[in-house]
């Protein structure tokens, strides 16, 4: 077992530090990516799987 | 064999500044800038969110491209002092890490810009690192005098990238942005090359200075800035421009010629004497004249969003 903090084990961390900033930030902008593409589709439930003209801007509710 | 002693065996284990540093992050500044001031002029306003995700694949493309020459590069950069620290030549990451990188990074960059903006900007960007890193990097640096003027297409791309994500097309104002960075380029590192006695001789590179001799070089230097000039100026006429950028341009492009004039007027025997102080004000003011032109049209962007200008 190694208990003495060798310098490659500090070169390493920030290596593996960084890398995980990395892949947090990553999923942070396909999580931010993902929130405004969904936005900027529109009135998405509207025709969700049946038409639901309610949810549709400038569309009556039939009677 | 035990882990302390495999780990003892490696001279250097990399750290992550060392792959940053892969990425070439000082030339990836002005990708940004310009990348971002191109992205800025468009018609088209992206939502911003989706311009800073676009603005960091671009910048990453770039990385990439600086990833895939250090790798192909390693034994020319080796030889020369400026590059001699770079992460691949000092041992500090290996080639083949640098290609896996570079590569890596290369088709992440182009797949997230095209998801994120459209697949025409992310076409863009995959040309522009192919023509960095293979016709640029592996075909013509080493074979022509004119490689300043191939890899200067290169780093033209990022505004026209830009502009190309908000609109979806290319169109003038893009391709004038383009030549603004194209036509610069020359002028700027022949004016360093001028008064810079570089060490590219030893590791084979052909430079304008040696290949053609330094009058020869002089003569280009001008021919170029005159040639930037219309074009700078041209830019100002289109959407992309305004007249902060009108006022701007002229009064930099004729500062330029005059300096590029002054050059051109000079001799070795001249330059001499006084230490090559037109050429090194000359280079100065280049990295000046293009954070300017852009710092301009970024300047008629927001005058125009606030409505201060039509």
């Not at chain 1, 049946?50 to 549709?56: F, I, S």
């Not at chain 2, 001699?84 to 041992?91: C, L």
């Not at chain 2, 942005?177 to 570089?198: C, D, K, V």
Request: proline share 4%; charged share 15%.
């Amino acid at each position: 077992m190694i208990r003495a903090e060798h310098e490659i084990h500090q070169r390493r961390r920030s290596r593996n530090i960084g890398l995980g900033i990395v892949l947090v930030g990553f999923i942070a902008i396909v999580f931010g990516l993902t929130v405004v593409k969904v936005q900027q589709l529109g009135a998405v439930q509207g025709f969700d799987h049946v038409v639901r003209p309610e949810l549709l801007p400038g569309e009556e509710a039939p009677n | 064999m035990t882990d302390a002693t495999s780990i003892m065996d490696r001279e250097y284990e990399a750290q992550f500044g060392d792959y940053f540093a892969l990425l070439k992050p000082r030339v990836m500044t002005l990708v940004v800038f310009t990348a971002f001031v191109g992205m800025l002029v468009a018609p088209v306003s992206l939502h911003p969110f989706v311009g800073f995700c676009a603005i960091l694949f671009i910048a990453v493309g770039g990385g990439a491209s600086g990833a895939l020459n250090m790798w192909w590069d390693a034994d020319i950069d080796a030889v020369m002092r400026r590059t001699a620290k770079r992460p691949v030549p000092s041992g500090r990451v290996g080639g083949d890490e640098a290609l896996g990188i570079g590569l890596a990074l290369s088709g992440f960059s182009v797949v997230m810009l095209g998801l994120s903006t459209n697949w025409a900007a992310a076409a863009l960007l995959a040309f522009t690192i192919f023509f960095y890193a293979v016709v640029y990097s592996m075909w013509l640096k080493r074979s022509t005098p004119q490689n300043i003027v191939i890899g200067g297409a290169a780093g033209a791309f990022p505004p026209m990238i830009g502009w190309v994500a908000a609109t979806g097309s290319v169109s003038l104002e893009s391709i004038l942005m383009f030549a603004l960075i194209f036509l610069w380029t020359p002028p700027h590192f022949w004016a360093l090359a001028l008064f810079m006695r570089s060490d590219y001789d030893d590791a084979g590179v052909p430079m304008l200075t040696v290949t053609h001799g330094r009058p020869s070089t002089r003569r280009h230097i001008l021919a170029y800035t005159v040639i930037l000039a219309a074009f700078a100026i041209w830019l100002g006429f289109t959407s992309a421009g305004g007249p902060v950028y009108l006022i701007a341009a002229i009064g930099l492009n004729a500062w330029f010629v005059k300096g590029a004039w002054e050059i051109f007027r000079r001799n070795e025997e001249i330059a001499e004497t006084d230490n090559y102080s037109v050429e090194k004000r000359f280079f100065k003011f280049s990295l000046l004249y293009l954070f300017l032109h852009f710092g301009a049209l970024l300047a008629d962007a927001v005058l125009r969003t606030a409505g201060v200008i039509g």
